[in-house]
């Protein structure tokens, strides 16, 4: 059974820093992309980050890039955002999912997590 359980979410203020985790099981993670998607409150999910199945390959949203950065621990099954330079507009439930390949859209997720909320608030 595929089981991806994201934690490290929180309350932080603007231009504050917070690190994600998704602990994997149940699948091959060294073989899969993995990816980071959002979802406001109120709206759709918005996909954030992708990393190929070795590391070295990783895309982002513009709306992201330059201050979350996204990694991968293959033997430990765990996949991780690092979150900085916060503003109120990141505020989301943040979900991990595995895919097949890389890429900068929302298909090809078939299983996901309960997701980790993170508020930016002064």
């Known amino acids: 059974e595929v089981q991806l359980v994201e934690s490290g979410g929180g309350l ?22 993995m990816t ?4 406001a409150p109120g ?6 980050s992708d990393i190929d199945s ?5 895309y982002y949203a513009d709306s992201v890039k330059g201050r979350f ?11 991780y955002l690092q979150l900085n ?19 900068r859209h929302l298909d090809g997720m078939d299983y996901w997590g309960k997701g980790t909320l993170v508020t930016v608030s002064s």
Request: positive net charge; proline residues 4%.
């Open 85 to 103: 330079s916060l503003k109120p507009e990141d505020t989301a439930v943040y979900y991990c999912a595995p895919r097949l390949y890389l890429a």
């Open 12 to 33: 932080v203020q603007p231009g504050g820093s917070l690190r994600l985790s998704c602990a994997a099981s149940g699948f091959t993670f060294i073989t899969y992309v």
């Open 36 to 39: 980071w998607v959002r979802q």
């Open 69 to 79: 950065t996204i990694s991968r621990d293959n033997a430990k099954n765990t996949l």
């Open 54 to 58: 070795g590391g070295g390959i990783t």
């Open 43 to 48: 709206k759709g999910l918005e996909w954030v």
